[in-house]
């Protein structure tokens, strides 16, 4: 029971990075309905630009946490600047999809020549003896994960809710024509969302970098799980994102330890098939009807 106990932790807190990664996503979804498939090398920039700040420059870690969402505030406009807002002004379907993914794949070329291919150790800021939590051991590293995630979505919730700002991202998702006549400026919701959307992204980043190896091909996978997590939980919804990702990772690290790490990502891949062929919108997810 105690081990088990120790893997839905684990599960708990890979799941949450899921999640946040997901909700990037759902950012940009809501506002332009397009996708940035660079969402996992935007988590490696921030997990490596912050190894940078920690541990070539002597950061204190918790200084380093703006720095890096600063950067990934500033890397996810620069990919809706060059990469999206082209495509969508010539209303082109694909466009988007083939220019996130060529940009991820230079920024992980980038990130090869600048801080070479082989994986890097992040150095912990909290101490790496576990914690003896209902009879089950877990890493603080772990539990400043999921706080972390948390806080993060509730911050985006917060600014969607009651800012004015975040009133023009939720008219924009709402009816984006209706938003333009209304005098939002639409274009600049748009690059706001894919950078509030690398942010989140950057974020995730540096809180995993710790309990994993960082180097440029770390995002890739990560960011694919992530996908599958919105596709599951729905990109309508964020408690159908949160509950897709703890459902992902606690499926890994069980069937990880319990099969083999071999099969580790099959679970997830079955609940992805399941979902959308039961329920295409996600788990809690709302199909959209469109009027020709």
Same mark, same amino acid.
């Given at each position: 029971?105690?081990i088990?106990?120790?893997?839905?932790?684990?599960?708990?807190?890979? @799941? =949450?990075i899921? &999640?946040?990664? &997901?909700?990037?996503?759902?950012?940009?979804? +809501?506002t332009?309905? !397009?996708?940035?498939?660079?969402?996992?090398?935007?988590?490696?920039?921030g997990?490596?630009?912050?190894?940078?700040?920690?541990?070539?420059?002597?950061m204190?870690?918790?200084?380093?946490?703006?720095?890096?969402?600063?950067?990934?505030?500033?890397?996810?406009?620069?990919?809706?600047?060059?990469?999206?807002?082209?495509?969508?002004?010539?209303?082109?379907?694909?466009?988007?999809?083939?220019?996130?993914?060529?940009?991820g794949?230079?920024?992980?070329?980038?990130?090869?020549?600048?801080?070479?291919?082989?994986?890097?150790?992040f150095?912990?800021?909290?101490?790496?003896?576990?914690?003896?939590?209902?009879?089950a051991?877990?890493?603080?590293?772990e539990?400043?994960?999921?706080?972390? #995630?948390l806080?993060?979505?509730?911050?985006?919730?917060?600014?969607?809710?009651?800012?004015?700002?975040?009133?023009?991202?939720?008219?924009?998702?709402?009816?984006?024509? #209706?938003?333009?006549?209304?005098?939002?400026? !639409?274009?600049?919701?748009?690059?706001?969302?894919?950078? =509030?959307?690398?942010?989140?992204?950057?974020?995730?980043?540096?809180l995993?970098a710790?309990?994993?190896?960082?180097?440029?091909?770390m995002?890739?996978?990560?960011?694919?799980? &992530?996908?599958?997590?919105?596709i599951?939980?729905?990109?309508?919804? @964020? =408690?159908?994102?949160?509950?897709?990702?703890?459902?992902?990772?606690? +499926?890994? !690290?069980t069937?990880?330890?319990y099969i083999s790490?071999?099969?580790?990502?099959?679970?997830g891949?079955?609940?992805?098939?399941?979902?959308?062929?039961?329920?295409? &919108?996600?788990?809690?997810g709302?199909? #959209?009807i469109?009027?020709?």
């Amino acid at each position: 029971m105690e081990i088990l106990l120790q893997l839905i932790y684990s599960g708990i807190a890979l @799941g =949450m990075i899921y &999640a946040v990664i &997901a909700f990037g996503y759902q950012l940009t979804f +809501a506002t332009s309905d !397009t996708l940035n498939f660079g969402q996992g090398e935007a988590l490696m920039l921030g997990a490596l630009f912050g190894l940078t700040l920690v541990d070539g420059m002597g950061m204190n870690y918790w200084l380093a946490i703006p720095l890096v969402c600063i950067f990934g505030l500033l890397q996810g406009a620069l990919v809706e600047r060059i990469g999206v807002r082209p495509a969508i002004k010539i209303k082109s379907e694909f466009g988007w999809i083939m220019s996130t993914i060529a940009l991820g794949i230079i920024f992980k070329n980038v990130a090869e020549n600048i801080w070479g291919r082989d994986d890097l150790r992040f150095p912990s800021p909290l101490d790496e003896s576990p914690i003896k939590l209902f009879g089950a051991n877990v890493l603080p590293m772990e539990i400043l994960v999921i706080s972390g #995630a948390l806080f993060m979505m509730l911050a985006v919730e917060f600014f969607n809710r009651k800012t004015i700002y975040g009133k023009a991202v939720v008219a924009t998702f709402n009816d984006r024509d #209706a938003a333009k006549l209304m005098g939002i400026n !639409t274009g600049l919701v748009i690059t706001f969302s894919y950078a =509030m959307s690398s942010l989140t992204a950057a974020f995730a980043g540096i809180l995993i970098a710790p309990l994993t190896l960082t180097g440029a091909t770390m995002g890739s996978v990560l960011g694919l799980k &992530a996908f599958a997590v919105a596709i599951i939980g729905g990109l309508t919804s @964020g =408690m159908g994102i949160v509950v897709g990702g703890i459902l992902l990772g606690i +499926a890994e !690290t069980t069937t990880g330890f319990y099969i083999s790490t071999g099969y580790k990502d099959v679970p997830g891949l079955v609940l992805l098939l399941m979902v959308l062929a039961v329920k295409p &919108a996600g788990l809690f997810g709302k199909t #959209a009807i469109k009027k020709v």
